[in-house]
Every structure is written in structure tokens, then in C-alpha cells.
């Protein structure tokens, strides 16, 4: 079965160190997302990605968050400079249609910030 | 302001019983409500869905409710496994492709 990639599954920084974060989207998939979950609180929406760029984002997404999508497979998250309340799991998440909804998650990445 | 939220944290239910996770909305513009499954160490599973011009919809082992009257969505799981231990989260949609998800509740199931 087809399945959403995610690397690194956990990442320790320094506050201040840029991070990136990578996903491997189901291959014939057309829209790419960014979630994230703080320990213990909601599931919460970062930002969506179509046809290379941008098309909703969060207030949680400022100036300090990119995505980029540098080749037909990868979609990244990157962090310029990581606070301690960046510390969460960040979910990558696709779907084929722009149906929101039926997304197929990834197993996330969890980011540390000492 | 808008929220999507969940009534219990904790819900623990015997193995072959029923059911029943609640979760309330206070945006009426909603027309599109979500249920995910997340086990632990794991990212969200889509579960089912259903749409704001629907009341009921069923799907393997699993029913969602929606009563757009008093803004309240459930799911209710049938004869419930011990692989149904996991969290679940409703999720609302209202425009664009963003999703706002609830506190999630966690479902125990004693053997």
C-alpha cells in the first residue's frame, strides 16, 4: 500500500539552528500539507501546497516556515530559526483530489528544541 | 471564536460493546466534518467523513451522526476491538483545503 515518508523520525536542535524537515507524498498525489502537534493538544494545519506553490497557510506559519517541493518526489519543511515552542511532531500529509479531507498521513517527524 | 472540540478526553469501553466519541463545532458554516484514527507513534487515518447535507453515514463498523442543530458530530465504532484502542480526532473543514482539528479522545478497550 502506498504510504507518505518521513524523514528524519526525530530531530534534536539547538534554539536558533535552522531545521528541515522531508516528505515523500504518495506518488500520483496532487495536493501536499503540513501539520503539526504540539505533545498532548490538537492536530493543528500549517499550510497546503498545489501546483507548486503556496495555497493556504495558518497564522502558525510566519515568515520563519518555507516549504519547497525541489523535485517531483520530495516536499520539505524548513525552519530558519528554531524557538522552544517549534518543539512538536510535524505531519506531512497528501491527497489526490482537493477533497481535504481523505488525507493519507505520514508518521511524522519529531522535532526537539533545547 | 470558531473551535472544533471534544466532550471526554478518556473513553474505556469492554471489548464487544459499542462505542460512542462525541465532539462539538461552533462554526455553522461547516459543511464538511472528519474522523481520524491516530495509534500511537503513528500520524492521523482517515476513518470516515461526512458532508453538512447529510445526517448519517455509515461505513465498516462505523457510523458518524451529524446534528447541524445543536452542532454536534459522533462516531460511534460497533462491537469494539481491542485494535480500535487508539485516538480519535473529529476535524472540520469550511474553507479551502485547511482542517481544524479537536482535542482528540482517547479510546480504551478493556479485554
Known amino acids: 500500500e502506498p504510504e507518505v515518508t518521513q524523514t528524519p523520525s526525530h530531530q534534536v536542535t539547538q534554539m536558533g539552528q535552522e531545521v528541515i524537515l522531508r516528505c515523500v507524498p504518495i506518488?500520483?498525489?496532487?495536493?501536499f500539507y503540513w501539520y503539526r502537534q504540539i505533545l498532548g493538544q490538537k492536530v493543528e494545519f500549517l499550510v497546503s501546497f498545489y501546483n507548486n506553490e503556496i495555497s493556504e497557510k495558518s497564522e502558525i506559519f510566519d515568515d520563519q516556515f518555507s516549504v519547497e517541493r525541489p523535485d517531483g518526489s520530495n516536499f520539505t519543511l524548513k525552519i530558519r530559526s528554531t524557538k522552544l515552542e517549534d518543539s512538536a511532531m510535524y505531519f506531512c500529509?497528501?491527497?489526490?483530489?482537493?477533497?481535504?479531507?481523505?488525507?493519507?498521513f505520514g508518521e511524522g517527524s519529531r522535532l526537539t528544541v533545547l | 471564536g470558531e473551535s472544533v472540540g471534544l466532550h471526554l478526553p478518556t473513553l474505556s469501553v469492554q471489548e464487544g460493546d459499542n462505542s460512542i466519541i462525541n465532539c462539538a463545532y461552533s462554526?455553522?458554516?461547516?459543511?464538511?466534518f472528519i474522523w481520524y484514527k491516530q495509534e500511537s507513534g503513528k500520524g492521523p487515518q482517515f476513518i470516515i467523513d461526512?458532508?453538512?447535507?447529510?445526517d448519517k453515514r455509515q461505513g465498516q463498523r462505523v457510523t458518524v451522526l451529524l446534528n447541524k442543530t445543536v452542532k454536534h458530530l459522533s462516531l460511534q465504532i460497533a462491537a469494539t476491538q481491542p485494535g480500535d484502542s487508539a485516538v480519535y480526532f473529529c476535524a472540520e473543514n469550511h474553507t479551502g483545503n485547511m482542517l481544524t482539528f479537536g482535542g482528540g479522545t482517547r479510546l480504551m478497550v478493556k479485554p
Open positions: 461526512i458532508r453538512s447535507n447529510m
Open positions: 462554526n455553522s458554516a461547516s459543511d464538511y
Open positions: 500529509a497528501s491527497v489526490a483530489t482537493s477533497n481535504p479531507g481523505e488525507l493519507f
Open positions: 506518488s500520483n498525489h496532487l495536493y
